[in-house]
């Protein structure tokens, strides 16, 4: 198994900026890609940023130029920088893991709350 934590999430202003991470660990064969969702409360959960290591990353449009994805393979971390933060951006924050011998991989979400 693989755990996943997503941590660094919190109350911020419009405008302001918050780093999420996700760590993996357990019995991590390879992580081959990493993506963030985030979900609203009765909304479906949304594609934010998907990262595979192979190819480009994908940015949803609602934040593409705002949010940058990257990792630490040494440290089985990965990040989501988010800058100019909208209210729109409430949601709570989920990091998925794919590991090619294992499968996916979701954390437990990390509240994100962009308010004055």
């Known amino acids: 198994q693989v755990q996943v934590v997503e941590s660094g999430g919190g109350l911020v202003q419009p405008g302001g900026s918050l780093r999420l991470s996700c760590v993996a660990s357990?019995?991590?064969?390879?992580?081959?890609?990493v993506a963030w969702h985030r979900q609203v409360p009765g909304n479906q959960r949304e594609l934010v940023a998907d990262?595979?290591?192979?190819?480009?990353?994908y940015y949803a449009d609602s934040v593409r130029g705002r949010f940058t994805s990257s990792r630490d393979v040494a440290k089985n971390t990965a990040y989501l920088l988010m800058n100019s933060l909208k209210p729109e951006d409430t949601a709570v924050y989920y990091c998925r893991v794919f590991d090619v011998l294992h499968g996916v991989f979701w954390g437990q979400g990390t509240q994100v709350t962009v308010s004055s």
């Open positions: 990262m595979s290591f192979s190819n480009n990353t």
């Open positions: 357990g019995s991590i064969f390879r992580i081959n890609a």
